[in-house]
């Protein structure tokens, strides 16, 4: 019988924001299940709650990273718990706005850009020190496969997630010399109540019907189909452990290959 490898060294820390539903909630999980301590934070209380009675192994937060002084309570509370972090994993984001260039609201683009980029700026330049504390770690961040292709109608959503390349290697060069790996996941459409949101608000844009645009979907990807909080999950889980040790500056696709977004509907 083949022996389990530890994936981790005991009493490794983990952040996840966004951290108590959808994807957010399965890579706290995969990593509670591989015996890290976690740590989440969310916007919502009800969802927080919930996390918590369902994971009482854990910890979370109440915080909205697009605030920076919920961001300083966040790691506050973080240090009462731990003192120290070895994994951080950027997750919080919102979809934004579905909208032509010419119909989109300053306001829908500020909100976007805000969450999407701005958080994740507030929340890893206070998790920087506590990483080089601890001797290294490792940054996630969960970008897009729009950061990859474009994605038309979603445009702060894409300059957002563009720029988290552009930091992911940025820091990854940065904070190599501090044994600090950054690399960033660019899912593809993920199965769940967002994306289904997001087809129905661009397919009455479109004039089409959900159904449709799903299958236009599921078409522009290799594989045919959309994929799991699972498998985003699993790769956070190699590229934070011991499996990943010398990966860094990387944005890794998780799409089932997907190279037709720019297919424009008329």
Same mark, same amino acid.
């Given at each position: 019988?083949?022996q389990?490898i530890?994936? /981790?060294?005991?009493?490794? @820390?983990?952040?996840?924001?966004?951290?108590a539903?959808?994807?957010? !909630?399965?890579?706290?999980?995969?990593?509670?299940? *591989?015996?890290?301590?976690? *740590?989440?934070?969310?916007?919502?209380?009800?969802?927080?709650?919930?996390?918590?009675?369902?994971?009482?192994?854990? $910890?979370?937060s109440?915080?909205?990273?697009?605030?920076?002084?919920?961001?300083?309570?966040?790691?506050?509370?973080?240090? $009462? *718990?731990?003192?120290?972090?070895?994994?951080? @994993?950027?997750?919080?984001?919102?979809?934004?706005?579905?909208?032509?260039?010419?119909?989109?609201?300053?306001?829908?683009?500020?909100?976007?850009?805000? @969450?999407?980029?701005?958080?994740?700026?507030y929340?890893?330049?206070?998790?920087?020190?506590?990483?080089?504390?601890?001797?290294?770690?490792?940054?996630?961040?969960?970008?897009?496969?729009?950061?990859? /292709?474009?994605?038309?109608? =979603?445009?702060?959503?894409?300059?957002?997630?563009?720029?988290?390349?552009?930091?992911?290697?940025?820091?990854?060069?940065?904070?190599?010399?501090?044994?600090?790996?950054?690399?960033?996941?660019?899912?593809?459409?993920?199965?769940?109540? =967002? #994306?289904?949101?997001?087809?129905?608000?661009?397919?009455?844009?479109?004039?089409?019907?959900?159904?449709?645009?799903?299958? @236009?979907?599921? =078409?522009?990807?290799s594989?045919? !189909?959309?994929?799991?909080a699972?498998?985003?999950?699993?790769?956070?889980? /190699?590229?934070?452990?011991?499996?990943?040790?010398?990966?860094?500056g990387?944005? #890794?696709?998780?799409?089932? *290959?997907?190279?037709?977004?720019?297919?424009?509907?008329?």
């Amino acid at each position: 019988m083949s022996q389990k490898i530890a994936v /981790f060294e005991a009493g490794q @820390v983990a952040l996840v924001t966004a951290g108590a539903s959808g994807i957010g !909630r399965c890579i706290a999980e995969t990593l509670l299940a *591989h015996e890290c301590q976690v *740590h989440v934070c969310d916007v919502s209380q009800a969802a927080l709650d919930q996390f918590l009675l369902d994971n009482p192994q854990a $910890s979370g937060s109440l915080a909205d990273v697009s605030d920076p002084i919920q961001v300083q309570a966040l790691f506050d509370d973080l240090a $009462s *718990h731990y003192g120290l972090l070895n994994i951080l @994993v950027n997750n919080a984001g919102i979809a934004g706005p579905t909208a032509r260039i010419e119909d989109m609201q300053i306001d829908e683009w500020d909100r976007t850009v805000s @969450v999407d980029l701005n958080g994740q700026f507030y929340v890893t330049r206070l998790a920087v020190p506590l990483l080089k504390q601890a001797g290294g770690g490792s940054i996630i961040n969960i970008s897009s496969n729009a950061a990859l /292709f474009g994605f038309p109608l =979603r445009s702060p959503y894409t300059a957002s997630k563009w720029a988290m390349i552009g930091l992911t290697k940025t820091w990854a060069m940065e904070l190599g010399e501090s044994n600090i790996r950054v690399n960033a996941l660019c899912p593809g459409s993920v199965n769940g109540p =967002r #994306i289904e949101s997001v087809i129905s608000t661009e397919a009455q844009e479109r004039g089409m019907c959900p159904e449709s645009l799903r299958d @236009v979907y599921q =078409r522009q990807s290799s594989l045919r !189909r959309f994929v799991d909080a699972q498998d985003i999950a699993d790769m956070a889980l /190699f590229l934070s452990s011991n499996m990943g040790a010398t990966i860094s500056g990387q944005a #890794i696709g998780i799409d089932g *290959h997907t190279e037709g977004l720019s297919n424009w509907l008329n």
